[in-house]
């Protein structure tokens, strides 16, 4: 079955991306680029790289913009999704959501109304077992927002290995979040994945915080060899 | 020993990990036992082993579990107890009649009990989240037990313990697959 992957240049599009591989064929990656920094659906935070990592995983991508409006964000990745189709065939799509109702009730919604199956492979997935795997596959993934405490400004720029990890657990625990972020709590950024023929490798980055709320914004960047 | 049958479109598919894994996550929390069969390779010994059977759910398009009725013929006299989740409440209802009817929900919806059964013993009423493309008519022999305002939305046999629950516990109602353990205890201690 060919699949377009929603891509959001974070760990999880590309970890449910690198799911569907190992099952189906994934025949393109899917990227809503939306101008307003609080999206309800879609993350902001470096997707002008969207295009190099696609590129670093020989994989087309399909980009839309969106003005980012809570619901006339849904008919922008409508449009995606239809192009999508289109160019590459899709019978389906595949997202990162772990655990919100609200992202995977409009994504099953809409896959219903474009006749598409909808896979997410990470559904409620074990959060320790999945950072764990993300790491011991091979997955290099750098914090590159940080939205909530106890995230201060030395968690950007961080890859998250697995001393990062422990940090994670302990700042989960202690104050109840997710483990993978989900919440909204920070953003990632995946500079190398299994899947990729070549890595990111980070030149020049700027930096935006205050008050446990900030961006890492990637400047300059190349494709190397791995 | 609970079998938990994955009713997905292959055996080891892609949605295996989103309809099958979080009842396992359950499970394993809950400190059951069980083992996972796809539904194309469920044996007589795996229904001997099983002590009680959980029916997964399937994804919206998926619905090649319901082009095969002959492999599921075995819930019509398996007698112990068995959750139907989602798919897994047509492939159990239909076992004893019930017809599929197409009734689409996504989302969270609430639910509000009908009839007093210990699976739901204290709520009155409950949101859960519902991924269906079809309901299913009351087969003979069940009753109604619980309803939204579309579709009915959890049923029971009238003497065992045979469940068919349209939305997924697995996603914030946990708490219903637990008591379906409590309750299902004697034929697991078996």
Not at chain 1, 45 to 52: F, M, R, T, V
Not at chain 1, 63 to 82: I, S
Not at chain 2, 35 to 63: F, M
Request: proline share 4%.
């Amino acid at each position: 079955m060919k699949l377009g992957v929603l891509f959001s240049g974070g760990k999880d599009s590309l970890f449910a991306c690198w799911k569907a591989m190992q099952h189906e064929e994934v025949a393109c990656l899917v990227t809503v680029i939306s101008q307003n920094p609080e999206s309800y659906m879609f993350h902001t935070p470096n997707i002008h790289l969207a295009g190099l990592q696609a590129e670093a995983a020989g994989l087309p991508l399909v980009e839309m913009e969106t003005a980012g409006e809570k619901e006339a964000e849904l008919l922008d990745l409508k449009r995606a999704l239809l192009e999508a189709m289109d160019r590459f065939g899709i019978e389906g799509v595949v997202t990162g959501t772990i655990l919100s109702v609200y992202q995977a009730t409009r994504i099953q919604r809409l896959c219903r109304e474009l006749d598409l199956w909808c896979f997410n492979p990470l559904w409620h997935v074990n959060q320790e077992t999945y950072m764990e795997e993300l790491i011991s596959s091979g997955f290099r993934v750098i914090i590159v927002g940080v939205f909530s405490c106890p995230f201060d400004a030395s968690w950007l720029g961080r890859e998250i290995d697995r001393r990062t990890l422990d940090e994670l657990r302990r700042a989960a625990k202690k104050y109840q979040i997710t483990l993978t972020g989900e919440g909204g709590e920070f953003e990632t950024f995946v500079i190398d994945a299994p899947f990729f023929s070549r890595r990111i490798a980070i030149e020049e980055v700027s930096r935006v915080y205050q008050n446990y709320n900030g961006v890492l914004r990637i400047e300059r960047v190349e494709l190397v060899e791995k | 020993m609970i079998l938990v049958i994955d009713l997905c479109y292959r055996d080891g598919s892609l949605s295996r990990d989103e309809f099958v894994g979080p009842v396992m996550r359950t499970l394993q929390e809950a400190g059951a036992q069980f083992a996972v069969r796809h539904y194309a390779a469920v044996s007589a010994p795996d229904l001997e082993a099983a002590n009680a059977v959980i029916l997964c759910g399937t994804a919206l398009k998926d619905t090649g579990f319901m082009e095969h009725p002959g492999r599921f013929g075995w819930l019509a006299v398996f007698e112990r107890p068995v959750l139907g989740i989602s798919s897994g409440m047509l492939t159990l209802a239909g076992a004893f009649g019930g017809v599929a009817e197409p009734c689409p929900g996504i989302g969270m919806t609430d639910v509000r009990v009908i009839a007093p059964d210990p699976l739901f013993d204290g709520r009155e009423t409950f949101a859960a989240y519902e991924l269906h493309e079809f309901a299913v008519q009351v087969p003979r022999g069940f009753i109604p037990l619980a309803v939204s305002d579309r579709c009915v939305q959890a049923i029971r046999h009238r003497s065992l313990l045979l469940y068919g629950l349209l939305f997924h516990p697995e996603v914030r109602s946990e708490w219903i697959i637990e008591r379906f353990l409590r309750l299902a205890e004697p034929a697991l201690s078996v």
